[in-house]
């Protein structure tokens, strides 16, 4: 069945849900539009039907509120992809723009050099023929200039994607004596884990993909060959069982993780304007 939601989005074409908060079906037009941008391909591991866009209300990094958040996700992923958006307005969390991947083509090279913020898009990952997390719905890339994508040559030489992403190499956001930089992954990985994307680009060697979130592949795989309603009760679960363990471990290590970033925001807070570089 079509939703009300859906079936607005989809008739008055940018025109957006009377609730900044909503999520929507993937209709035959859209879909045929993804089809038509090279967003969606044959082949590709999920469906329109198995496909939702959450639409949300975000902060700027502008200072301002901005009404017309989108991205495309997993059906069954859409509830928690929803909350992600709703708790990253609570804390101020700013971004730059989302955009569904139709405005750009398809084209990831350039939603990256936009700033904008998506998920879905049918493609491989970079520099490998598997499809990428993003083909399932199950990954999100946000603010890729404040998180780029840095990938080495053998010589060590680091490239960024995009090319604005180097000022943020150095991936501290409050360092003394300059501006607190608003916008970087770190501050919202616990977030995404919450809901069930444990996996951070951030986290890995060469390369490293600072805007990137995902669940695990066998995970999505899993998700995409069940029917959405019990796609739904196992990514569920899943979440639920993250929860418990976080929550026990949380506990025992206390909360001595993150001293430096601590100590960084008393000192930019106490130095005194004749030190600042
Ligand atoms: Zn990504």
Same mark, same amino acid.
């Given at each position: 069945?079509?939703?009300?939601?859906?079936?607005?989005?989809?008739?008055?074409?940018?025109?957006?849900?009377?609730?900044?908060?909503?999520?929507?079906?993937?209709?035959?037009? $859209?879909?045929?539009?993804?089809?038509?941008?090279?967003?969606?391909?044959?082949? @590709?591991?999920?469906?329109? @039907?198995?496909?939702?866009?959450? +639409?949300?209300?975000?902060?700027?990094?502008?200072?301002? $509120?901005?009404?017309?958040?989108?991205?495309?996700?997993?059906?069954?992923?859409?509830?928690?992809?929803?909350?992600?958006?709703? #708790?990253? *307005?609570?804390?101020?969390?700013? *971004?730059?723009?989302?955009?569904?991947?139709? +405005?750009?083509?398809?084209?990831?090279?350039?939603?990256?050099?936009?700033?904008?913020? !998506?998920?879905?898009?049918?493609?491989?990952?970079?520099?490998?023929?598997?499809?990428?997390?993003?083909? =399932?719905?199950? @990954?999100?890339?946000?603010? /890729?200039?404040?998180?780029?994508?840095?990938?080495?040559?053998?010589?060590?030489?680091?490239?960024? !994607? /995009?090319?604005?992403?180097?000022?943020?190499?150095?991936?501290?956001?409050?360092?003394?004596?300059?501006?607190?930089?608003?916008? $970087?992954?770190?501050?919202?990985?616990?977030?995404?884990?919450?809901?069930?994307?444990?996996?951070?680009?951030?986290?890995?060697?060469?390369?490293?993909?600072?805007?990137?979130?995902?669940? !695990?592949?066998?995970?999505?795989?899993?998700?995409?060959?069940?029917?959405?309603?019990?796609?739904?009760?196992?990514?569920?679960? =899943?979440?639920?069982?993250?929860?418990?363990?976080?929550?026990?471990?949380? #506990?025992?290590?206390?909360?001595?993780?993150?001293?430096?970033?601590? #100590?960084? #925001?008393?000192?930019?807070?106490?130095?005194?304007?004749?030190?600042?570089?």
């Amino acid at each position: 069945m079509l939703s009300m939601f859906a079936a607005m989005t989809s008739h008055a074409g940018n025109a957006r849900p009377a609730s900044a908060m909503a999520i929507a079906e993937v209709d035959q037009n $859209m879909c045929q539009a993804m089809r038509d941008t090279g967003v969606l391909h044959k082949n @590709a591991p999920v469906s329109c @039907a198995q496909l939702r866009v959450v +639409h949300f209300s975000y902060l700027g990094l502008d200072g301002k $509120m901005h009404d017309d958040g989108a991205v495309m996700v997993m059906a069954a992923l859409a509830d928690h992809v929803q909350a992600i958006f709703a #708790t990253l *307005l609570q804390r101020k969390f700013a *971004l730059a723009g989302a955009q569904l991947m139709q +405005h750009y083509r398809g084209d990831d090279l350039a939603a990256m050099r936009a700033n904008n913020t !998506s998920a879905f898009n049918d493609r491989a990952i970079i520099n490998g023929g598997a499809p990428s997390l993003h083909a =399932y719905g199950a @990954a999100i890339d946000i603010n /890729p200039v404040q998180n780029p994508f840095v990938q080495f040559e053998a010589a060590g030489k680091a490239s960024y !994607s /995009p090319a604005a992403g180097s000022s943020y190499a150095n991936r501290l956001a409050v360092r003394p004596g300059k501006t607190v930089r608003k916008g $970087m992954a770190e501050d919202v990985v616990d977030v995404f884990a919450e809901h069930g994307f444990l996996i951070w680009g951030g986290d890995w060697d060469a390369p490293i993909d600072y805007q990137h979130f995902q669940i !695990s592949r066998p995970l999505a795989k899993r998700l995409a060959a069940l029917p959405i309603v019990q796609a739904k009760i196992v990514f569920n679960d =899943y979440v639920k069982n993250y929860r418990r363990c976080a929550g026990t471990k949380r #506990t025992a290590a206390g909360l001595e993780n993150s001293r430096l970033a601590k #100590t960084n #925001t008393v000192k930019a807070e106490c130095i005194s304007t004749a030190d600042k570089p």
